[in-house]
């Protein structure tokens, strides 16, 4: 939570979560089924960052992602979100 | 399709489509509902870019994806593709 701003703004898939509070709620059960990440591609500049990545969870085992960073004062104050829930949803559905 | 190469390769979220034939049929019915697009960041270099925008789809208010594309000789020959597809399956089941 280093680089996270205490009021960082998400917006996921499933909606927009404001503050680290939040945030570090939401990413935590992501992070326990993390097993791995490749990272696919990484492209920025002085206050924005785009990346793609792969990564294999317990649940689902290609998982890839994709974040919009903005950055000010060296920590993410806003983060686009992008991944497939589709396959989350149908491993908990089985 | 200008821009993409006969011999494409997209790994989409569903699987992966190859050659410019199949590309075209999968992205038939998503162009048939797309109402906007709006580019939220673009970063690249010669021979990659890592594009992300919303859409907006007559399914699926908002819709954004990402792109990690490979050009080569003016033309698109990879597409790294992701997208949320549970908004689209949540809409067809509705």
């Known amino acids: 939570m280093t680089y996270i ?10 909606g927009r979560i404001e503050g680290a509070v939040a945030y570090r709620a939401f990413m ?21 960052a785009l ?6 969870t ?6 890839p ?9 060296g920590r993410i104050t806003h983060s686009r979100f992008l991944f497939d829930r589709l396959p989350f949803d149908q491993a908990r559905r089985a």
């Open 58 to 63: 317990t649940l689902v085992p290609s998982a």
């Open 28 to 48: 935590t059960p992501f992070v326990a089924m993390l097993k791995s990440t490749t990272m696919l591609a990484t492209f920025g500049d002085e206050s924005t």
């Open 65 to 73: 992602g994709a974040e919009l960073l903005t950055v000010a004062a």
């Open 5 to 14: 701003a205490d009021d960082i703004v998400c917006e996921a898939p499933a």
């Open 51 to 56: 990346i793609m990545y792969d990564t294999s």
